[in-house]
């Protein structure tokens, strides 16, 4: 076997911030993160063994404790009412995203607001928070139409234009040539916040699907990256497999001269990057 492993697998520096943080504090006692801290269960699993936990809600956190948010970001309306609480905030917001916060927050007095994303994505949430009213998020062509009735009804002629840090590569400028042309008698500023991590990965990928025989993608279940690069996979090779450990590999059936290429997501550890690609190598 051939095995090509993606130079760009495994943690963005966005997440390895995080989980890095997240392990410095959360032996501290009254540690919570508000949500899951990554989209990757082996990452949660490691930090709530060293004492931090999960929760869904602000409600579930002692008044006072400590709380984390997490590598996505979270509301406005979060920050005040975590305040409000008394909580420490312990802010692990990735970079990046914290920008695109900052971009719409100030777009948002002139502009109409479109965030180009998973309408349930955790990022896309917490950039709608910082949006205000006017703006909507954009999934498909077919949120376009309704993005501009309610744009309609506003009395601003400029649209500002940004996406979730990691959605398709492609698919952001599909839709944003749709949006040019519905909003075509507006002033339209396309800013594409795709982190770089997130468009080198997805390249990467599909010059890897080119020439393999097998594929295998290396994330969690729930994370948005991961799936994006099963489906650009999916794409450029015929055999193509969604994996979160080395357990899931011991039953795909290889051939002796496949070529197997190997990718995995943003929150994907190394370790576990490392454990499928030497598990392979012991094949060979």
Same mark, same amino acid.
């Given at each position: 076997m051939e095995i090509t492993l993606g130079k760009n697998a495994g943690f963005c520096a966005g997440v390895e911030l995080a989980?890095? =943080?997240?392990?410095?504090? !959360?032996?501290?006692?009254?540690?919570?993160?508000?949500?899951?801290?990554?989209?990757? !269960?082996?990452?949660? &699993?490691?930090?709530?063994?060293?004492?931090?936990?999960?929760?869904? &809600?602000?409600?579930?956190?002692?008044?006072? !404790?400590?709380?984390?948010f997490r590598a996505h970001g979270e509301p406005m309306a979060t920050y005040q009412k975590a305040q409000e609480k008394g909580l420490k905030i312990v802010d692990l917001t990735c970079p990046n995203v914290k920008i695109i916060h900052q971009k719409v927050e100030n777009a948002k007095k002139e502009s109409f607001i479109l965030m180009i994303g998973i309408k349930s994505h955790p990022e896309i949430l917490g950039t709608s928070g910082f949006a205000g009213e006017n703006s909507y998020i954009i999934e498909t062509e077919?949120?376009?139409?309704?993005?501009?009735?309610?744009?309609? =009804?506003?009395?601003?002629?400029?649209?500002?234009?940004? !996406? &979730?840090?990691?959605?398709?590569? &492609?698919?952001?400028?599909?839709?944003?040539?749709?949006?040019?042309?519905?909003?075509?008698?507006?002033?339209?500023?396309?800013?594409?916040?795709?982190?770089?991590?997130?468009?080198?990965?997805?390249?990467?990928?599909?010059?890897?699907?080119?020439?393999?025989?097998?594929?295998?993608?290396?994330?969690?279940?729930?994370?948005?990256?991961?799936?994006?690069?099963?489906?650009?996979s999916s794409k450029n090779c015929e055999k193509v497999y969604a994996i979160e450990t080395v357990e899931d590999v011991a039953n795909i059936a290889f051939e002796p001269n496949d070529k197997i290429g190997i990718m995995a997501g943003a929150s994907t550890p190394k370790y576990v990057v490392e454990e499928v690609k030497s598990f392979l190598e012991r094949k060979t």
């Open positions: 989980v890095n =943080k997240a392990k410095e504090i !959360s032996s501290q006692g009254d540690v919570f993160c508000l949500g899951e801290i990554v989209h990757n !269960s082996q990452v949660v &699993q490691d930090l709530e063994k060293n004492g931090m936990k999960t929760v869904n &809600q602000l409600e579930e956190i002692p008044d006072g !404790s400590t709380v984390i077919d949120d376009i139409l309704d993005a501009y009735k309610k744009f309609e =009804k506003t009395n601003l002629n400029k649209i500002f234009v940004v !996406s &979730q840090t990691t959605f398709s590569s &492609q698919k952001f400028d599909d839709l944003a040539d749709e949006i040019q042309t519905n909003f075509c008698e507006a002033d339209v500023m396309i800013d594409k916040t795709i982190c770089n991590s997130t468009e080198n990965r997805q390249l990467e990928v599909t010059k890897i699907a080119r020439n393999a025989d097998v594929m295998l993608i290396i994330g969690g279940k729930n994370s948005s990256n991961t799936k994006k690069l099963f489906e650009i």
